[in-house]
């Protein structure tokens, strides 16, 4: 069932893939999870990858969890929440920290509806661009009577603030892409034609770029919200003192010096393999 999650890997680099069950908004089940995850780690550990641009198939983006058909375990005697928290511990949360988490920059294209999961899907990535169809909706609360997961409930009050939060996770109200783009919930919106022209050239400037630094810099971003600036300078300092040690930074010196384009790749690729021989 490998069809469920398309790929195709461009020679710059840029590995785009697409959630391909649009029959049913690209819902997650079971199948769809566990290729996904496998797709997101081959991407990081593989040295041809740069970037990764995820998007959805057809109409919309990903409209959550396959209530009808989710095809996860079920032992006998287990509970629906039984079920459930097996479902994520197995597959729905090591799904966003693939995704969140990848060694490679990751731009996330939505199309459509993100509804429910969806939702924390398309805001793990590094940078979030809309069409201006799509729409993004948390049918958890009021629908369900449950919380928002797939990393929605830390994502959008760190993203948008509590109140708006909130009024998204308590009211179960469509966020426009407009809207989403004014509050800060995702970095642009762009007319649906062309939103994958778009996503795909953003992914070739980031895997044209210094992916470490540019991963480590998604990460510091999230240390900030855990701690103080206090903190966060000894933070900087001590990630700098790492870096600053690196090929990478020593050929951003040398390309600048020489007024040049930096070939981060190749440095990147030598460096990530001397890692490999070392272990």
Same mark, same amino acid.
């Given at each position: 069932?490998?069809?469920?999650?398309?790929?195709?890997?461009?020679?710059?680099?840029?590995?785009?893939?697409?959630?391909?069950?649009?029959?049913?908004?690209?819902?997650?089940?079971?199948?769809?999870?566990?290729?996904?995850?496998?797709?997101?780690?081959?991407?990081?550990?593989?040295?041809?990858?740069?970037?990764?641009?995820?998007?959805?198939?057809?109409?919309?983006?990903?409209?959550?969890?396959?209530?009808?058909?989710?095809?996860?375990?079920?032992?006998?005697?287990? /509970?629906?929440?039984?079920?459930? $928290?097996?479902?994520?511990? =197995? +597959?729905?949360?090591?799904? @966003? &920290? %693939?995704?969140?988490?990848?060694?490679?920059?990751?731009?996330?294209?939505?199309?459509?509806?993100?509804?429910?999961?969806?939702?924390?899907?398309?805001?793990?990535?590094?940078?979030?661009?809309?069409?201006?169809?799509?729409?993004?909706?948390?049918?958890?609360?009021?629908?369900?009577?449950?919380?928002?997961?797939?990393?929605?409930?830390?994502?959008?009050?760190?993203?948008?603030?509590?109140?708006?939060?909130?009024?998204?996770?308590?009211?179960?109200?469509?966020?426009?892409?407009?809207?989403?783009?004014?509050?800060?919930?995702?970095?642009?919106?762009?007319?649906?034609?062309?939103?994958?022209?778009?996503?795909? /050239?953003?992914?070739?400037?980031? $895997?044209?770029?210094?992916? =470490? +630094?540019?991963?480590?810099? @998604? &990460? %510091?971003?999230?240390?900030?919200?855990?701690?103080?600036?206090?903190?966060?300078?000894?933070?900087?300092?001590?990630?700098?003192?790492?870096?600053?040690?690196?090929?990478?930074?020593?050929?951003?010196?040398?390309?600048?010096?020489?007024?040049?384009?930096?070939?981060?790749?190749?440095?990147?690729?030598?460096?990530?393999?001397?890692?490999?021989?070392?272990?």
């Amino acid at each position: 069932m490998s069809d469920i999650v398309t790929t195709q890997l461009a020679d710059t680099g840029v590995l785009t893939v697409r959630l391909n069950r649009p029959e049913v908004l690209n819902s997650l089940n079971r199948p769809i999870v566990e290729r996904l995850i496998e797709v997101l780690t081959d991407a990081d550990k593989n040295d041809d990858v740069r970037a990764i641009v995820l998007t959805g198939e057809g109409r919309g983006f990903c409209a959550g969890a396959d209530l009808a058909n989710g095809q996860w375990p079920s032992n006998e005697g287990w /509970s629906g929440g039984d079920v459930t $928290a097996n479902a994520m511990e =197995t +597959g729905y949360n090591p799904l @966003v &920290r %693939a995704l969140a988490f990848n060694a490679k920059p990751v731009v996330t294209a939505v199309n459509g509806v993100a509804a429910g999961g969806g939702v924390g899907i398309a805001l793990a990535g590094d940078i979030v661009i809309a069409g201006e169809s799509a729409k993004f909706k948390l049918v958890f609360a009021r629908q369900l009577g449950i919380i928002s997961d797939l990393g929605s409930s830390w994502l959008l009050p760190n993203l948008v603030g509590r109140a708006r939060a909130n009024g998204m996770a308590l009211l179960g109200d469509d966020l426009s892409a407009e809207k989403a783009a004014a509050w800060g919930l995702i970095w642009e919106v762009l007319p649906d034609d062309k939103l994958m022209e778009t996503a795909t /050239s953003y992914a070739e400037r980031l $895997a044209d770029g210094a992916i =470490t +630094g540019i991963k480590a810099s @998604v &990460r %510091a971003h999230d240390q900030a919200r855990l701690q103080s600036l206090d903190a966060q300078l000894d933070y900087e300092r001590d990630m700098q003192h790492h870096f600053c040690d690196q090929p990478v930074f020593a050929e951003g010196v040398r390309a600048f010096i020489e007024k040049r384009k930096p070939d981060f790749r190749t440095v990147e690729t030598a460096q990530i393999k001397a890692e490999r021989e070392k272990r």
